[in-house]
């Protein structure tokens, strides 16, 4: 058994004989002992299909993909695209719309990126991750390969009078793929509460539309909400009617998953979220089938409220608690939700 931190979460990775004799209990009961977060099962373990077998199900084991990628149908315009939303995601939309024009600020779509464009980007976004608990500076490790690639990319940008970004977004162009994918976002504290961030996404929307392009991807995340990435980036995404695919089968080398058992929510927010494989368990998805068959991952919330095993195992949380957790969350876009109770 090795047991490691990954900003702040301390996960206990265990061969199968140790998942089954539960040796990560003596880890962490002695008073030396970390306080352990997850228990993993050793990759060499780990059945590349995402299938779990009984005895591990029982033991609380639950297997996810390591990486999603948010996609859906541009449909044929924006008025068919944003029937299926919600009222009150039709009413965020027309209001970030109506702020950049009433604030006469500029949104512009330009095809290609410049290194100037990149680096103001990268201020901006750089000053989201700061006031992230946890966040990652992915955009600025990836510079050199979006400069790289700049002449298969277009910047989304909401700008003030005086050149300044409020909102910035860059896109990947994958017409062989036919799909628009969205690699890096950022905006400003008052961008995002003014809605204008829904307006550039619409805007990001209507050029793959023009482009004849049938998917948009609002990029890749960890299967896991509630410790790099929040659950309100979920519900962002999830609202903005865009529902998750395993990310390899647009980008094989975030293949793979977990099979993880959830001990504690110490380092975890409360709830947190986790998309499972759902009905890709065993299976071999690929691109475009994936996207056009509905619904396929499942989603746990893992609540800390009363209620199940205190020995962590994952137990169903009480009724009230459940039907309180479930309206947080839109869960349209997967196949089964189920609310589970972690000490």
């Not at 590349?48 to 591990?56: E, F, H, I, K, T």
């Not at 000053?127 to 500076?137: E, L, S, T």
């Not at 994918?181 to 961008?191: I, K, L, P, V």
């Not at 977990?258 to 504690?264: G, H, M, S």
Request: net charge negative.
């Amino acid at each position: 058994m090795e047991i490691v931190e990954q900003d702040h979460l301390v996960i206990a990775t265990v061969d199968r004989a140790e998942a089954e004799s539960h040796a990560w209990k003596a880890a962490g009961a002695g008073a030396d002992g970390p306080p352990i977060d997850i228990v993993r099962l050793a990759e060499s373990d780990v059945d590349p299909s995402g299938a779990v077998d009984a005895d591990l199900a029982a033991l609380g084991f639950v297997a996810r993909p390591k990486w999603l990628n948010w996609c859906a149908p541009v449909q044929e315009s924006r008025a068919a695209f944003e029937a299926a939303l919600s009222g009150t995601e039709r009413r965020n939309i027309r209001l970030g719309t109506r702020f950049v024009h009433d604030e006469e600020l500029r949104l512009d779509v330009r095809v290609g990126l410049t290194e100037d464009l990149v680096d103001e980007f990268l201020v901006l976004y750089e000053q989201q991750i700061a006031g992230m608990p946890r966040g990652q500076n992915f955009a600025r490790r990836g510079r050199d390969r979006l400069l790289a690639g700049a002449d298969e990319h277009v910047s989304v940008c909401v700008t003030t009078r005086d050149g300044a970004m409020l909102v910035g977004s860059l896109w990947w162009i994958r017409p062989e793929d036919s799909v628009l994918q969205m690699r890096y976002s950022a905006s400003a504290a008052d961008a995002r509460s003014g809605r204008v961030m829904r307006a550039a996404y619409a805007e990001a929307l209507q050029f793959a539309r023009e482009q004849g392009l049938a998917y948009a991807s609002l990029g890749n995340d960890p299967s896991l909400f509630g410790h790099v990435v929040q659950p309100g980036l979920f519900n962002f995404k999830t609202r903005f009617g865009f529902a998750p695919v395993p990310a390899q089968v647009l980008t094989p080398k975030l293949g793979g998953g977990f099979v993880d058992k959830f001990l504690t929510l110490r380092s975890l927010s409360d709830p947190a979220l986790v998309v499972t494989w759902g009905r890709h368990e065993g299976a071999t998805p690929t691109w475009p089938e994936v996207g056009a068959a509905g619904p396929g991952h499942d989603l746990l919330i893992l609540s800390g409220a009363d209620g199940g095993d205190r020995a962590g195992r994952v137990a169903e949380a009480d009724g009230g608690v459940e039907a309180e957790l479930l309206g947080r969350f839109r869960t349209e876009g997967f196949r089964r939700t189920r609310v589970v109770a972690v000490p």
